[in-house]
């Protein structure tokens, strides 16, 4: 059944491609906002739950799985996500800052190849608490690529592979757009300036 969790909280999700910068922004967020007295949850997705790690050790190329395969490690390491750290922390009235959410899975999982409608009717069951603000960091392939350099060694990080993947988080609705290309400072700003509209 469905849960209406009793929630006073705020869900902040940053979203985009690999190299964009996120963890940075969201460390920056995190400590601007504990600085001005906010009980604040910093998390990731993939979480480093035993989905999680399925995932990174396909991702290593460990072994093989099918695209509807990989598609339910992310779900499955939601699940617990959403139950173990992002509902406890809304029902307390803490901000949750959460390195990729759900626009991942749309985006990423529709640039392996999986159906567009089937992935956005699998985050309708209503177990899935809705962000009240996604900020996309959005920056050129090319310069995510550039900012990854040797670090770039995963299956998803390839320059053909994310132009699909940028491709895709265009197409979604209700993303605010920050760009990601300036320097870190800036980028923050504007986050900053995202976040502040959101808190009033
Ligand atoms: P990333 O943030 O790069 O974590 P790490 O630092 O552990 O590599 O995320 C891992 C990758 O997983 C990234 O390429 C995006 C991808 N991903 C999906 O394809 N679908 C999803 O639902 C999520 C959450 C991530």
């Known amino acids: 059944m469905a849960k209406t969790p009793q929630r006073s909280g705020r869900f902040i999700v940053l979203e985009g491609i690999d190299g964009a ?16 007295g906010h009980s604040v ?8 739950g035993p989905w999680g790690r399925r995932y990174r050790a396909w991702a290593r190329g460990d072994f093989e799985a099918a695209p509807t395969e990989v598609l339910n490690f992310f779900v499955e390491d939601r699940r617990e996500h959403i139950e173990a750290v992002i509902e406890p922390a809304l029902e307390k009235g ?10 991942s ?5 529709a640039a392996a190849g999986l159906d567009r ?3 956005a009717e699998m985050f309708n ?3 899935f608490p809705k962000p009240d603000l996604i900020l996309w960091l959005r920056l050129p392939v090319l310069l995510a ?9 995963e299956r998803f990080e390839h320059s053909e592979f994310l132009d699909r993947v940028d491709e895709e988080y265009a197409r979604l609705e209700g993303l605010q757009v920050v760009d990601a290309s300036r320097e870190i400072e800036q980028v923050q700003r504007g986050v900053r300036e995202c976040v502040e509209r959101l808190l009033g």
């Open 105 to 109: 899975t749309l985006a990423y999982q």
């Open 41 to 48: 949850v910093e998390t990731r997705e993939p979480t480093d």
């Open 21 to 36: 910068g996120k963890t940075e922004q969201s460390r920056r967020l995190a400590e601007w906002l504990g600085e001005r």
């Open 94 to 103: 803490e901000i949750v800052i959460c390195d990729r959410y759900i626009h």
């Open 145 to 153: 690529m550039e900012r990854m350099g040797q670090a770039a060694t």
């Open 117 to 119: 409608q089937m992935l």
């Open 125 to 127: 069951d209503g177990s």
